[in-house]
Nanobody, 130 residues
């Protein structure tokens, strides 16, 4: 059974930091790109950061570049993806989702569109107050 389980969300003041984690299992996620997306109330889900299957390629949304860092740990049966978020701003408030690419993306450069990801976690809330 494929599972993506996020953790690490919470409430923080502007300027603070949070580290999100996502444990992916039930499939060989180590050969596929992984990403973080977010969705604020009343807005569409948007790309935040993605990382290639081996960690060699990363892409960031312009709004988080220089503040967020995505990384991954490919273990034998699970993959853990991290999102280190620094200098948080109220505009970062959203539900953050971890996602894994589908079969067509085997060992390719990671996509930046939500529709390129077939596997999703349940989301974790991040709230940044001013």
């Amino acid at each position: 059974q494929v599972q993506l389980v996020e953790s690490g969300g919470g409430s923080v003041q502007a300027g603070g930091s949070l580290r999100l984690s996502c444990v992916a299992s039930g499939r060989t996620f180590s050969s596929y790109g992984m990403g973080w997306f977010r969705q604020a109330p009343g807005k569409e889900r948007e790309f935040v950061a993605v990382i290639s299957w081996n960690g060699g390629i990363t892409y960031y949304a312009d709004s988080v570049k220089g503040r967020f860092t995505i990384s991954r740990d490919n273990a034998k049966n699970t993959v853990t993806v991290y999102l280190q978020m620094n200098s948080l701003e109220p505009e970062d408030t959203a539900v953050y989702y971890c996602a894994g690419e589908g079969e067509r993306s085997y060992r390719r450069s990671p996509g930046r569109k939500a529709h390129e990801y077939d596997y999703w976690g349940q989301g974790t809330q991040v709230t940044v107050s001013s």
